[in-house]
């Protein structure tokens, strides 16, 4: 399968810094990318799509100026958690599909675990 | 509102049985079908994509489509302490085309017992 990778995979940070996580596909491009958040125990929740060139697509009761997206080329987006506070503590998940292929696969970067003090 | 639903489980079977892991889904439209595995605090990773009503096979895995019956299911051969982990049925959303959203079930966990 198509491989995502994810930077960092672990970030300690202290309440109120920004901390900024990168998505990349290393062996094809994606015109479209996907943010998710997962707490302890509980389902993926969908953040944000991201599209390469273009703004973010925020799901309802994400804050758009909280979570930063930017989709720079067809294989990098970044998620930028701006003025971190504890309770944005989580496993934050990045996935991505080939386009171009006629099938519609979506795999998944490793994952960022993010603990603020 | 599309929807996913799984069994929450626990699913548990013992070693070397068959795990069979069911999912529906409420829009008749639905074209692709996933199943991931998700371990505890890992990502989820894709095992088994299928497109076509019946049954498609992956070494102990097998995924059923019935979309009749919007039902697709994964059935898990000779099962090892091993394949204990959540697994995700995701269905996409769109008609098509991995830049479509995936909804996904709240998961089955599955225990495979020694």
């Known amino acids: 399968g198509a491989v995502v990778s994810q930077h960092p995979s672990r970030v300690i940070c202290k309440s109120g810094t920004s901390v900024k996580i990168e998505c990349r596909s290393l062996?094809?491009?994606?015109?479209?990318m996907f943010w998710y958040r997962q707490f302890p125990k509980q389902s993926l929740m969908l953040m944000a799509t991201s599209n390469e060139g273009s703004k973010a697509t925020y799901e309802q009761g994400v804050e758009k100026d909280k979570f930063l997206i930017n989709h720079a080329s067809l294989t990098l987006s970044t998620l930028t958690v701006t003025s971190a506070h504890p309770e944005d503590s989580s496993f934050y998940i990045c996935?991505?599909?080939?386009?171009?292929?006629?099938?519609?696969?979506?795999?998944f970067g490793p994952g960022t675990r993010l603990t603020v003090l | 509102q599309k929807e996913v639903e799984q069994n929450s489980g626990p699913l548990s079977v013992p070693e070397g049985a068959i795990a069979s892991l069911n999912c529906t889904y409420s829009?008749?439209?639905?074209?692709?079908f996933f199943w991931y595995r998700q371990y505890s605090g890992k990502s989820p990773e894709l095992i088994m994509s299928?497109?076509?009503?019946g049954d498609k096979e992956d070494g102990r895995f097998t995924a059923q489509l019935n979309k009749a019956s919007q039902y697709v299911s994964l059935l898990i051969r000779d099962s090892q302490p091993s394949d204990s982990a959540t697994y995700l049925c995701?269905?996409?959303?769109?008609?098509?085309?991995?830049?479509?959203?995936?909804?996904f079930g709240t998961g089955t966990l599955l225990a495979v017992q020694p």
């Open positions: 829009d008749r439209g639905s074209q692709s």
């Open positions: 996935s991505a599909g080939p386009i171009g292929t006629g099938y519609y696969e979506q795999f």
């Open positions: 995701a269905v996409n959303e769109g008609y098509g085309g991995a830049t479509n959203k995936l909804i």
């Open positions: 062996d094809f491009q994606a015109t479209t």
């Open positions: 299928i497109y076509s009503n």
